[in-house]
């Protein structure tokens, strides 16, 4: 249980350090990492025996990257990355305090924040 924890506190992508916009200057630079850290923080879920957490991760992980695929869609992926790292950091809060539910929930404020007015502030330029 311990070390699930210090998997889920360990901060993902961000703790890594660097600079969001050359380490991932696209969505396909940050697919793998992405799809990696899900699948250590399941794994780690389910070698605790942690397994709806387990599966919490895995379908929302899943759920989330099909939602970051539609948004760099939609929306340029600069804005899209900042809306991925403000999210992310919301999913660690809620992991710290055992709320695994919450991956794959789009976060429609922060789309506002980040995609929309972006958006709006391209089209005015």
């Not at 990355?81 to 305090?97: E, K, L």
Request: charged letters at 25%; hydrophobic letters at 40%.
């Amino acid at each position: 249980d311990l070390d699930f924890k210090l998997v889920a506190d360990a901060g993902g992508l961000d703790a890594l350090g660097g600079n969001p916009e050359t380490d991932y200057p696209t969505f396909d630079a940050i697919f793998v990492p992405l799809s990696l850290y899900f699948r250590v923080l399941q794994k780690a879920a389910a070698v605790c025996e942690r397994y709806i957490e387990a599966y919490q991760i895995g379908f929302g992980g899943l759920k989330y990257l099909e939602q970051l695929q539609g948004l760099q869609e939609e929306y340029s992926w600069d804005a899209v990355r900042s809306y991925h790292f403000d999210y992310h950091r919301a999913r660690i809060y809620d992991m710290v305090h055992r709320n695994y539910a919450t991956w794959g929930t789009i976060n429609q404020s922060l789309v506002d924040k980040h995609c929309i007015q972006a958006n709006k502030r391209i089209k005015i330029d």
